[in-house]
């Protein structure tokens, strides 16, 4: 990665109240964009738009933590000449929370849609930031991990945001966490099955955490840092008591109905740009290879299971691995867009 590349950074905040007339109330969405110098941007500029995990904000696309390096895939696209926009969920981060409680699948999917739109507007109209160019033909690509993934799916089939997705660590057919002993595994699937269809105001997270009997396994292989994995698990998963920078104090209910099977299949089915799939070496499809068929409106997939990787793919000894095929598919996506 070329770090000596300087990175413009910036904090951004959109009103997305717009999007959500059925909640009353002020709803925002906090981002995070990386922007390299103009003069890399090349004929074909592209920027990805990220979103986080449940129980993540949105820097964990930028993990800092003190010894370590080389943890930022945000600092690693953007090194490579790619604008990166990383956002929260709503319920999430430093998003609004106050509607917590009450934000379906959909509302997230409609109110990032429009944080997303709003900035690819400034960037094409050179108001994003003072001195940075007009990019009206800016190639946007959508990333998502676990909950990211699915809202991600949620937003393409509905609002069609994106030239492109990324589905990352997430099942379009039945996202399942994997467990040390099957028995284990198991009795999660048949408890998340039925929390998760119960009505929204009814679902606990919890409850629902509860159900897990080993959060460590699924999300982490076992050569991460133990500085790190300390880090992230010290303060309680999913209900962080305390939480790293990249973590959520909140998680919305709502992500509990993302264990259910096929709960953005509809959405996924009619996602028509092109997809890419990653899923660690140990993850949440029990048959990756059938995870490309869950998109059948699209022409173009691509599907990736990284080796030693587990759940949280940005801990990873091997996420080098993953981001460069991200950013691969983003540049070839933004030149075939092009011509």
Avoid: K
Wanted: aromatic letters at 6%; a negative charge; hydrophobic letters at 45%.
């Amino acid at each position: 990665m070329a770090s000596n590349v300087p990175l413009r950074r910036l904090e951004l905040r959109i009103d997305v109240s717009g999007a959500l007339p059925h909640r009353p109330g002020v709803h925002e969405v906090a981002l995070t964009a990386w922007l390299p110098p103009a003069h890399r941007l090349g004929p074909a500029p592209l920027a990805i738009f990220a979103s986080p995990g449940g129980g993540y904000t949105r820097h964990y696309y930028d993990i800092q933590h003190p010894g370590l390096d080389g943890y930022s895939e945000a600092e690693h696209h953007a090194s490579l000449g790619t604008i990166f926009i990383a956002y929260d969920h709503l319920g999430v981060g430093d998003s609004s929370t106050a509607a917590i409680a009450d934000y379906s699948v959909a509302d997230l999917a409609a109110a990032n849609d429009a944080a997303v739109r709003e900035v690819v507007a400034r960037l094409a109209e050179g108001r994003l930031t003072a001195g940075y160019p007009t990019l009206p033909h800016l190639t946007r690509i959508g990333i998502g991990q676990s909950m990211g993934g699915c809202v991600t799916i949620a937003m393409q089939g509905a609002h069609a945001t994106f030239d492109a997705i990324g589905v990352l660590g997430f099942s379009a057919v039945h996202t399942t966490l994997p467990q040390r002993n099957e028995a284990d595994r198991v009795r999660a699937i048949a408890a998340h099955a039925e929390i998760g269809n119960r009505p929204l105001q009814q679902i606990s997270v919890e409850e629902s955490s509860r159900q897990v009997v080993d959060f460590v396994y699924p999300f982490h292989w076992e050569d991460v840092s133990p500085v790190l994995l300390d880090a992230d698990m010290a303060g309680g998963y999913p209900l962080r008591q305390t939480a790293p920078a990249w973590g959520s104090l909140t998680v919305p209910p709502c992500a509990v109905t993302m264990m259910t099977p096929g709960v953005v299949a509809m959405q996924a089915a009619a996602v028509q740009v092109p997809v890419f799939v990653a899923l660690g070496e140990r993850d949440v499809s029990a048959e990756p290879h059938g995870e490309p068929g869950a998109f059948r409106a699209s022409r173009d997939i691509e599907l990736l299971v990284v080796p030693q990787m587990a759940h949280m793919h940005n801990f990873a000894g091997t996420r080098e691995l993953l981001w460069q095929r991200i950013q691969a598919f983003g540049e070839r996506v933004a030149v075939e867009r092009l011509g």
